[in-house]
């Protein structure tokens, strides 16, 4: 059996109080003794993740990154909610156990959440794991299933109808996102500054509210060790709200690069996208449409915005790399693919 996802060593400068810890859990888990051990999740680009065994139980911690200087992001409690609130009638969502909001514990205010057993599927696959053509379809498949699943909750039902503002929801995210963008600019790049007037010119009327995850891609998601075409958790839920799902159908469509793709593109892919057997862009937005019962009548605004949207994401992260706020390696290149994004937004839009 190919080797579920494990965390290794913590990273320089973002260790935890373990005793702290441990003493803050032990009045609020039960049984909570033993010895404890804490290691990273370390591919994460945005809150950080670790796993946190006392004794012979292991949980997942979250918590947002060192540096962190956006205030309405990486909201421990946000995150916490939203889990609650699904974990019951969504089991793809980890069922979160603890939050603590006092930052003096551990440095930041943080949450715990049971342990999920799978496999992460980035673009370099885990070791011993064969993605033929037959087992990418049936995980293409999967993948629009669980977003088509995700999208027809009821949000009133599952207590979350105050959790996002669905009225002009379209109009916020565009105009949000270039105000991230324009704070987050370490130089000029003039694709973005393109796509961002794009964008606020096209924007299609509301397409209903949903229940959206905003980064529904392959390493926010794990699969199962005997089966993987079979999802066993959906992770990562910072920055879910109620909103229009297909605005969340985009941001996953600038994850899915394509084997026909131009090189630059296909070389800052994140996930499996390009291999044979996975399904296009196209045939995702089709077969959400026909699954979904909702109509997709202008993709392109839609993949254009989560482009725009995970340039600006990432540059955010270059930014504080630029600032000196993170000294995560990781991202003193991260500008390229900012760049490389950003034309192939514009691309997509007809600007180039």
């Known amino acids: 059996m190919t080797a579920l996802d494990e965390p290794g060593a913590i990273r320089e400068g973002e260790a935890l109080d373990q005793g702290a810890l441990v003493a803050y859990l032990g009045s609020r888990l039960p049984a909570v003794g033993g ?39 990486h909201d421990m409690g946000r995150e916490f909610r939203v889990l609650s609130a699904l974990a019951p009638v969504f089991p793809l969502a980890p069922a979160p156990l603890v939050l603590c909001d006092d930052p003096s514990v551990i440095g930041a205010p943080f949450y715990l959440m049971e342990r ?64 991230r963008y324009l704070a987050a600019a ?27 995850h905003n980064d529904f891609k392959f390493d926010n998601v794990m699969v199962a060790g005997d089966d993987p075409a079979r999802l066993v958790a959906v992770l990562d839920w910072e920055m879910a709200t109620v909103g229009d799902p297909l605005m969340d159908l985009g941001c996953s469509l600038a994850y899915w690069i394509e ?36 109509a997709v009548d202008d993709p392109s605004f ?22 000196g706020v993170t000294r995560d390696e990781r991202f003193r290149t991260m500008d390229r693919t900012v760049a490389v994004l950003a034309r192939h937004a514009a691309v997509e839009a007809g600007l180039e």
């Not at 299933?145 to 503002?165: C, I, N, P």
């Not at 000029?188 to 397409?207: G, S």
């Not at 892919?269 to 077969?287: L, Q, S």
Request: positive net charge; charged residues 25%.
């Open 116 to 179: 999920r057993y799978g496999l992460v599927l980035r673009r370099a696959l885990p070791e011993g794991l064969l993605l033929g053509p037959d087992l990418a379809d049936r995980l293409s498949a999967a993948m629009v299933e669980t977003l088509v699943a995700l999208h027809g909750l009821d949000d009133r039902a599952v207590g979350l109808e105050d959790f996002g503002k669905p009225a002009g929801y379209v109009r916020r995210q565009v105009e949000g996102w270039t105000r």
């Open 35 to 73: 010895s404890i051990a804490v290691r990273q999740f370390r591919k994460g680009h945005s809150n950080l993740t670790y796993l946190v065994r006392i004794g012979d139980a292991e949980y997942v911690l979250r918590r947002p990154p060192f540096g962190n200087v956006v205030k309405t992001a």
């Open 302 to 323: 839609y993949l254009v915005f989560g482009l725009f949207k995970l340039a600006v994401i990432l540059q955010q992260i270059y930014a504080r790399f630029v600032r």
């Open 186 to 212: 370490t130089s000029d790049v003039r694709a973005l500054n393109d796509v961002a007037a794009w964008l606020a010119e096209r924007m299609p009327p509301e397409r209903g509210a949903a229940v959206i």
């Open 259 to 294: 084997a026909t793709d131009p090189e630059p593109l296909r070389a800052v892919a994140m996930g499996p996208t390009a291999m044979p057997g996975m399904w296009t862009r196209r045939r995702i937005v089709d077969e959400y449409a026909r699954r979904s019962g909702l």
